[in-house]
């Protein structure tokens, strides 16, 4: 039994240091974006928002848009041809807010995924400075818009994307997502950190901001057409080619509603966040170990420690040694709990207690990165290579 548990803490232990390291710059990230309701910009910003059968969810999100003051220049909502009721919604605000205009997206071309060709469509038809993307199930708060340029200034981003706050979740899914989005701080490291490598940086195309001429400068949206995490695959691309790239907890400025069921969570959530599109496959493979060791297992083997009772020597030197390392990544797991509560509107005992379903978001996390998806939103997609 020793040389067993003396392989898992060789291997606990250089995972943990490697956590550590990661999570280091995260002491000092920045706090979350402050809404900026009457900003004085001089630049203009398109919003740009894919739209396929969202009557559901969308009406919040074109409240929170039409509430938007300078430098919302225009909304160009570009809907892959609903059927569910979208386009009247759609249309109906345009009415109340000519900022707000309805595109139909070209049909999709082989090799391209739905949403990202929607964005590519409006892309064309932006006059923005500045082009930020928008999901249909955001809310977004008064002031979002102002927010993301003045910050994106701030550090001299030319491209921010903006960690949401999660709300209406059921209380199954607060026992399970806070799990699955802590294997990505886990595995990326934390929002507000100034420039973090472009192997590492990390995106949400929730709310994704970007410079119109550097998209076009680097082929638009195109280098992410085949990938089911687009934005953090078109962030690291352009990361790559020299442009400054920031995540940024925007906690305060939009919010997300996305999901009904526990389900359709783990179904759709985990569709995309093993980052298979925009990571080699060797550090794909160091990650599930890394999630595995220091957050799925350390309480079952705090708990298998705490019936083995060796009689002395090394096997007691083993013991010692396991306790303290389980001991310290149970801690450091508990401390996330603290640090990602802004992220949940609704908490109570369900968040608190989500780090007991680690194991369930590691095994979520390997099912993503051995098997990739086919489908989306009701759309199925031949399976091609990311260019």
Not at 357 to 367: E, K, Q, S, V, Y
């Amino acid at each position: 039994m020793t040389l067993p548990l003396a392989l898992l803490l060789a291997v606990q232990l250089f995972l943990l240091g490697l956590l550590l390291v990661r999570l280091l710059p995260g002491r000092t990230r920045r706090p979350p974006v402050p809404p900026r309701p009457d900003p004085r910009h001089d630049t203009a910003v398109t919003v740009l928002v894919p739209a396929y059968n969202e009557a559901r969810r969308i009406g919040p999100c074109l409240e929170g848009l039409m509430a938007q003051g300078a430098p919302l220049r225009e909304v160009l909502v570009v809907d892959s041809r609903s059927t569910d009721g979208t386009r009247e919604l759609v249309a109906a605000a345009a009415v109340r807010d000519p900022r707000i205009r309805l595109l139909t997206d070209p049909p999709l071309p082989p090799g391209w995924i739905g949403k990202v060709w929607a964005l590519e469509a409006g892309l064309r038809e932006a006059a923005g400075e500045w082009v930020l993307g928008i999901d249909a199930d955001t809310v977004p708060a008064p002031g979002l818009v102002g927010a993301v340029i003045e910050a994106a200034e701030r550090d001299g981003y030319d491209v921010a994307s903006f960690s949401p706050q999660f709300r209406d979740m059921t209380a199954a899914e607060r026992l399970v997502q806070p799990a699955m989005l802590t294997t990505l701080v886990y595995r990326c490291g934390a929002a507000g950190v100034t420039q973090p490598p472009p192997d590492r940086v990390l995106a949400n195309g929730q709310c994704f901001l970007a410079r119109r001429s550097l998209l076009e400068a680097h082929g638009g949206y195109a280098p992410a057409r085949s990938s089911w995490c687009d934005d953090v695959t078109l962030a690291r691309h352009l990361a790559r080619r020299g442009a400054r790239v920031g995540f940024v907890d925007g906690s305060r400025i939009i919010q997300v509603a996305a999901y009904s069921s526990l389900g359709q969570m783990w179904r759709e959530w985990g569709r995309s966040f093993d980052l298979a599109d925009a990571t080699p496959a060797w550090r794909r493979a160091l990650d599930v170990a890394l999630v595995w060791m220091v957050q799925a297992l350390p309480v079952p083997v705090l708990l298998m420690l705490a019936v083995w009772s060796p009689s002395g020597g090394p096997a007691d030197s083993l013991r010692g040694a396991l306790l303290a390392v389980n001991g310290v990544a149970l801690g450091v797991r508990l401390g996330m709990l603290a640090a990602l509560r802004g992220s949940y509107a609704e908490r109570g005992a369900p968040y608190w207690l989500s780090w007991l379903f680690d194991g369930a978001a590691a095994w979520r996390l390997t099912l993503s990165t051995v098997r990739r998806p086919t489908a989306w939103r009701g759309r199925g997609y031949t399976p091609l290579p990311v260019p």
